[in-house]
């Protein structure tokens, strides 16, 4: 079967800073891999990779056979940044933040059909957000409004998802929402790629880890990426030792 996502041998640079080195990644189809890394890594360089807003200086990439435009145009990657540009002032509702991702589904005049609202409807029940429907965007918290992100992404019917950081800066009901919301898509076939700093998630968000320091530390099964000695090369930190 074709992997959602195989990247071979790329390398990005800006000017004279080598973003990727050589990366190679394969997440085969109903799987979610944890992109793990410290800040400068590359890990939003890959992001980019794979949705092909950036071109690699040498290697390829495909997302579910297809070139990333090609995969992009026909709307099988979904992706939630770390941060949005917003307006937060803006007078959007949260429904019709979540209905920015039937976008490339609907015509010219980007006129909702049934099946644009039921899938709307439904991204806001999963994420937990059906009662905040009608509230402004820049009401909600930080969480809320992360979750609001994913629902768009959700709402998308995307096979491949990408997050970057969906954690950072949500309390622990969204985080919680999130991991269980995630951890459920792989059995709808749904592939995601999930950057994220917060290790103590990825045994139980991830069936596969990579660790990224520009070039391809380790990559695996979460227990063998996070091993203490793994983690030292990449984070530079030692665990702490055990009691006598």
């Known amino acids: 079967m074709t992997p959602a996502i195989e990247v071979t041998d790329a390398t990005v640079r800006y000017g004279d800073v080598l973003a990727l080195d050589g990366v190679s990644l394969t997440v085969p189809r109903g799987r979610v891999c944890g992109l793990l890394g410290t800040n400068g890594s590359g890990k939003s360089t890959l992001f980019k990779t794979v949705l092909g807003l950036v071109r690699t200086d040498r290697g390829r990439v495909h997302v579910l056979g297809r070139t990333s435009a090609a995969a992009r145009r026909a709307g099988l990657i979904g992706y939630v940044p770390q941060s949005e540009q917003v307006?937060?002032?803006?007078?959007?509702?949260?429904?019709?933040?979540?209905?920015?991702?039937?976008?490339?589904?609907?015509?010219?005049?980007?006129?909702?059909?049934p099946d644009d609202r039921r899938a709307v409807e439904a991204a806001l029940e999963r994420t937990g957000l059906a009662e905040l429907a009608e509230r402004r965007i820049g009401a909600l918290s930080g969480g809320q409004r992360k979750r609001a992100f994913v629902a768009r992404a959700l709402a998308q019917e995307a096979d491949v998802l990408l997050l970057d950081e969906p954690f950072a800066g949500v309390d622990r009901?969204?985080?919680?929402?999130?991991?269980?919301?995630?951890?459920?898509?792989?059995?709808?076939?749904?592939?995601?790629?999930?950057?994220?700093?917060?290790?103590?998630?990825?045994?139980?968000?991830?069936?596969?880890?990579?660790?990224?320091?520009?070039?391809?530390?380790?990559h695996g099964t979460p227990a063998h990426v996070l091993r203490p000695e793994v983690l030292m090369e990449a984070f530079g930190v030692r665990t702490a030792p055990e009691a006598a």
């Open 173 to 218: 009901r969204s985080e919680e929402t999130i991991v269980d919301l995630l951890r459920s898509l792989p059995a709808e076939d749904t592939t995601l790629l999930v950057s994220t700093h917060d290790l103590a998630q990825v045994p139980r968000l991830c069936d596969d880890a990579l660790l990224l320091q520009r070039r391809v530390l380790a």
């Open 87 to 113: 307006d937060w002032a803006f007078p959007v509702r949260v429904h019709d933040v979540v209905m920015m991702g039937r976008y490339g589904r609907m015509g010219p005049r980007r006129r909702p059909r």
